[in-house]
């Protein structure tokens, strides 16, 4: 095989709001998409035990750190579960993969102190799949001066080269945090300069999903349903926690518990109105988004959880002065899009490509990244993360 073939990866990914792990099969070269493959997702993604653990770890690093047996366990349970989906998808395979991208599961994201954490044992998967494994996907960024995410924006311009998209467009991921993406797929690659703008943009799930679990124990506002029956209360967003985040200047991204304090100031508000309260924070601070970007969008392609979200699919409408469309109305799988970003940039680790760029970071000039762990390489004892 020639090392520019196209070959079949396997991406992996589970986001900051917990709530799946999704696996996806991608024939690439690292440069374009030759085709998508089979892909699934396992939902509930942890136990209620390991999710407590999870958050349990998660508060902890944003203080003085996790307990190293907090942080091991975690990193099992992580691990476990993103290998229970490798071998579902594989059982669905006509051919393995030849390398796979583990993204882990981010417990900690702090670009200004120069700390990122995600967790999950890469080299235990490599030896428990017995294929090569690429993950820690976001150090070799920040030690160039990134932010460390976002990371789907290289993937984000090989879709809209596979698409066929003319003109600059935006893709939005709502997970837990949204981000965007703003590309001009005329330029000759994603690293040329004008070619990509990224960065967070604020909350996107989180705050709702917090809300609806503190107040009804469901992990989300399933439908937009507790929204669409509230009314925005206005003078809750009026001097929010999101507004000095939002008139920063990219690249920029968050930590899924960044903007809590936002949520604790809906206290008081009935289910209702703080779920639609929250829904138009996301939407609002997606829309301001488009004041970074060199020239507004022609289209808005929406993946992640959110778009399933009518009633924040129709603020956004409201609010954007471009067609919102779910990514699938291009073709495109929404809810495997990152899991098949993370194949792509695991075979441009692979083959020294750059992963991010100035424009998508703020790293110093594009930047590869990635560790490989091989199966056949001898092993560190206990890791617990990247």
Known sequence: MNSA???????????????????????????????????????????TAQRLLLERVMADEATSGAATGDLNRAAQAVTDIHFAAITALRARLDRDAALIGFHGQTVFHDPDAGRTVQIGDAERLADLTDLPVVADFRSADMVAGGEGAPLAPFFHFAL?????????????????????????????????EGALVAFDTGPG??????????HTGEMLDRGGAAASRGQVAEDRLSQNATDAYVARQPPKSLDRNTFALAGERMAGLSLEDGAATLTALTARTIAASVEHMPVPPS?????????????????????????????????????????????YLAVRASRGL??????????????????????????REHPSGF
């Open 5 to 47: 073939d196209p070959i079949w990866a396997m991406g992996l990914m589970c986001g900051t709001s917990m709530d799946g792990v999704d696996a996806a099969m991608l024939l690439t070269d690292g440069i374009g998409v030759a085709a998508f493959g089979p892909s699934l997702e396992i939902a509930p993604a942890y136990s």
């Open 160 to 192: 809209a080269r596979h698409i066929g998209a003319r003109a600059p467009l935006a893709f939005l991921n709502i997970g837990g945090v949204a981000n965007v993406t703003w590309l001009d797929p005329r330029k000759a690659s994603p690293e040329e």
């Open 205 to 214: 799930n989180a705050l709702v999903n917090d809300w609806m679990m503190r």
């Open 299 to 343: 289209q808005w392609l929406v993946c992640g959880g959110g778009r399933h979200n009518p009633v924040m699919m129709r603020m956004l409408a409201d609010a954007l002065e471009a067609p919102v469309k779910p990514v699938e109305a291009a073709g495109l799988n929404g809810d495997m899009l990152e899991a098949q970003a993370f194949a």
């Open 354 to 379: 750059p992963l991010s760029a100035p424009g998508t970071t703020g790293c110093r000039a594009p930047v590869t990244g990635g560790v490989l762990s091989d199966p056949r390489r001898p092993r």
